[in-house]
């Protein structure tokens, strides 16, 4: 609010008027609610799931839209800068001036590394009157090891990253840093966002490279090693997440594994809360019950709590550690390398969960994708010995995907 400003008066009355508004919306969902505790069903038009939702800007095609013109002409550096002074000349505002130029490498290195900047490099800086001192300190900072340090631990907190599994049981997770390694080597390397995503989703399921026929490459096989390798680290992505290991019932474990994995993709890469679906059609966005279940079914038909050592069985794992133990411990090499990883199941499709409860079981639902955002943009068929996360995979990473890419440009946005 701005001193002087007469209109700013009656802004609580407006504020007021939007919250009884909310909570119409709210207490007409508790309404419908009950009515399905009672009666056993849930009327069609339950808030969120009418024409209107469908419609919503954020479920539409990305479409470009055309450049602003300023009055001021000489600020704007980019595009984005003449999008934000048409805003701030539309409420009569000023940029904020220019930070000097020690104060700009503090926040510039504070940003990209989580790090201070040292004297010598202030002083560096300072002193530097080339055209391209700004760039060269960006690029000096983007090459650091400390960017995928400071910008992974972004990528780590939406992956509900941790080194333990915390809940009833908090055992440690012993083999989960491989998938924090991975996320920072990812963003050391500038690794394009659609490998970095599908290899989280599939990355067991992603097909080798081809070789190139012309040139012989002695380290070939080693390339591939290495990328199959880092693409197993990367489906820790779905194995992570607290688990409630103390629970009895086996099928709601399992059931309770999966809705934390649709959440954590719903959240992470669609910016969508999925998990409220498993009980109810959506209040809010238009996501129904039969669309969770049809992703459901897609991790329904992936393995996640199994340990895997090195793909050769129970008895040679044995074997092996016997081997290790008894080796000196200067010369011990770590023979074995275990990570926290997902691999294909057996296909099986889900029945909704009538209210969420694994004992009350209503039609089957094919594996598949949310409707409102499969209409936009189709998906390949799921094949009947496929689980899906392969389709689900490169769906998501599609540039015409609507919402994939305005989620991880507001993410950059907001952590910058």
């Known amino acids: 609010m701005t001193p002087g400003q007469e209109e700013a008066k009656n802004r609580p009355r407006k504020l007021a008027r939007g919250i009884c508004d909310e909570v119409k919306s709210l207490l007409g969902f508790f309404f419908v609610s009950a009515i399905a505790v009672v009666f056993g069903n849930v009327p069609a038009t339950v808030v969120g799931q009418d024409e209107s939702g469908s419609q919503h800007w954020a479920f539409r095609p990305v479409s470009r839209p055309s450049v602003p013109s300023t009055r001021n002409r000489e600020w704007p550096l980019n595009p984005i800068d003449r999008f934000l002074l048409s805003r701030l000349e539309a409420i009569q505002r000023k940029p904020v001036a220019t930070v000097e130029r020690r104060m700009f490498l503090r926040r510039v290195t504070f940003n990209l590394t989580g790090l201070p900047p040292t004297p010598a490099e202030l002083r560096r800086f300072v002193s530097d009157e080339s055209a391209n001192a700004v760039e060269r300190v960006v690029d000096r900072l983007l090459a650091s090891p400390h960017y995928g340090e400071r910008w992974g631990r972004h990528w780590l907190d939406i992956s509900r990253y941790a080194d333990s599994n915390g809940l009833d049981e908090n055992r440690a997770l012993i083999n989960a840093y491989h998938f924090r390694d991975y996320v920072v080597d990812a963003f050391n390397r500038d690794l394009p966002f659609d490998d970095f995503v599908q290899s989280q989703l599939a990355g067991d399921l992603l097909p080798e490279p081809e070789r190139p026929s012309q040139v012989e490459d002695p380290t070939w096989a080693w390339r591939v090693a290495t990328l199959t390798g880092d693409r197993l680290r990367a489906t ?181």
């Open 236 to 416: 820790g992505f779905l194995s992570l997440g607290p688990k409630g290991l103390r629970e009895v019932d086996p099928v709601k474990m399992e059931m309770d594994i999966i809705d934390d994995q649709v959440a954590t993709v719903g959240k992470a890469l669609l910016g969508l809360t999925l998990e409220c679906a498993r009980c109810h059609d959506h209040k809010f966005d238009p996501i129904t019950t039969a669309d969770y279940y049809a992703l459901a079914g897609i991790f329904k038909s992936t393995r996640t709590m199994k340990q895997i050592v090195d793909k050769r069985g129970k008895g040679d794992g044995y074997w092996l550690e016997r081997e290790i133990a008894r080796t000196p411990l200067g010369s011990v090499k770590r023979v074995v390398e275990s990570v926290m990883c997902v691999e294909e199941g057996s296909p099986k499709n889900l029945r909704i969960h009538v209210r969420g409860s694994h004992l009350e079981l209503g039609e089957e639902v094919r594996r598949g994708l949310p409707k409102i955002l499969s209409q936009q943009l189709a998906a390949a068929d799921i094949g009947p010995g496929e689980s899906g996360r392969l389709q689900l995979a490169r769906w998501i990473t599609d540039p015409r995907h609507p919402l994939t890419s305005r989620v991880i440009a507001n993410r950059i946005w907001q952590w910058h």
